[in-house]
Each structure stands twice: as C-alpha cells, then as structure tokens.
C-alpha cells in the first residue's frame, strides 16, 4: 500500500526537498504553501500523513492554528510538525495540540523517514483497531433470538444486497451507525472505507453541497 504524505509549507524548496526525500521511499506525496490550499487539499482526499511548518510565512493561520484545525475533524491522521526557527516550547505545544512529532529545521533526512515510518504505521494501527471495536460494536448490537432482532437482520441482509442508498432511523440510543456498518459490512463495497460525516458541525448549505454535490446549469 502506497501511503499519501501532504506537505504544508510556505516555502517552496522545503516542499520539493521534503516531497523528494518521501517520494525516493515510495511514498505518494502532494503539497500545500498555505492553510487555504491544505483544507482544500485534506478536503478533496484525506492524506495518511501531514507535515506541517510552524511558520506559514505572512499567513493569518499559522501552523499549530492549522494542526488544531486538522485535529478536529481528522483525529486520526497523524501531523509531523517543522519548524526553523523551533524552541522546547513550540514543540511542546506541538505534541499537546496533537502532533506525533516536532522536527528542526535544517533536519536530518534518515530522523525524517524514521519519524515518518513510524507515523504512517501508528495511525493505520489505530485505525484498524477502531474498525474492530467498531465491528464489535455491531455484533453486541444485534445479537439476540427474539422476533424484532431476526427481523432486523434478515432486513439489513435484504438492504446490503440493493446497492442502494437508504435511510436509517429511530429514537437516539438505537445505534442507527451500528445498523449502518453492518449494511456496509455485508454489501458489496464492504473493502471501502466507511465515513462518518458529522452533521451538527456544517450547516445546512455546505452540507447539502458536501453530500450531493452542486447542480451545474448548461444553458
């Protein structure tokens, strides 16, 4: 599995220095120059790996503003933050903003590839070991022999074999996500991933885009 690294930096031989470092390890690296683009990128594929500068030049957002940006919705990818003009506090911060490691610039290239194996391998544990919980989840969910749980099953077994989208509901505490992986598990694109979008933080506009997309008129 080739992972995907995005690399947030102001300036432009870091990016290109770092993406060749990564990309000689046979890593798929793209690249960002400020927090605009580095949201937009994350937004139109999330990345395995980020590593993020401190400082993005005259940018309003710096980085560690940026790394807690990231944090709140993408818990799991890790970021590896750089900096060269870095104190023991900055990378203190770093690591209790969320950062998996802090970087010095000019930095050692073999300190990079370590920190970044060791990235890259971490979160794919930690994702891993949510699927499982979540997985276990499901099964403590359904498990019983009374007439409404078989009902249950046979409905989510009939309902994964549509290929269809539908529409789950029912009073909060019915682990309608739970019923809703367990459709993904047994439907026929159980290998993709499964997301979880939450719906409280977006607003209606930008939800409805982000879902379905906008209509384009050709006339």
């Not at 400020?34 to 993005?56: G, R, T, Y």
């Not at 933050?81 to 998996?100: D, F, L, P, R, W």
């Not at 699927?131 to 994964?160: C, F, M, P, V, W």
Request: proline share 2%.
């Amino acid at each position: 599995m080739a992972f995907d690294i995005l690399i947030v930096d102001d300036e432009q031989d870091i990016r290109e220095l770092v993406s060749g470092i990564l990309s000689d390890e046979g890593y798929i690296t793209r690249t960002a120059s400020c927090c605009v683009e580095a949201m937009k990128s994350i937004k139109e594929s999330q990345p395995h790996l980020i590593i993020l500068d401190v400082w993005l030049g005259e940018a309003e957002i710096d980085g560690l503003r940026l790394l807690n940006m990231i944090k709140t919705d993408n818990e799991f990818i890790p970021i590896i933050m750089m900096s060269g003009h870095g104190t023991i506090e900055t990378a203190v911060n770093s690591i209790k903003q969320g950062a998996y490691d802090f970087i010095e610039k000019p930095f050692d290239s073999n300190r990079l590839i370590l920190s970044v194996k060791k990235a890259v391998e971490m979160s794919s544990l930690k994702r891993e070991n949510e699927e499982l919980k979540a997985k276990a989840k499901i099964d403590d969910a359904i498990i019983g022999i009374s007439q409404k749980t078989n009902i249950l099953r046979n409905e989510i077994k009939r309902i994964s074999k549509l290929g269809k989208t539908c529409f789950i509901h029912g009073p909060v505490g019915s682990d309608k996500e739970g019923i809703a992986r367990e459709i993904h598990r047994q439907s026929e694109v159980s290998e993709l991933s499964f997301i979880v979008i939450n719906c409280q933080i977006y607003n209606q506009n930008q939800l409805e885009i982000d879902l379905f997309g906008l209509e384009v008129n050709d006339n």
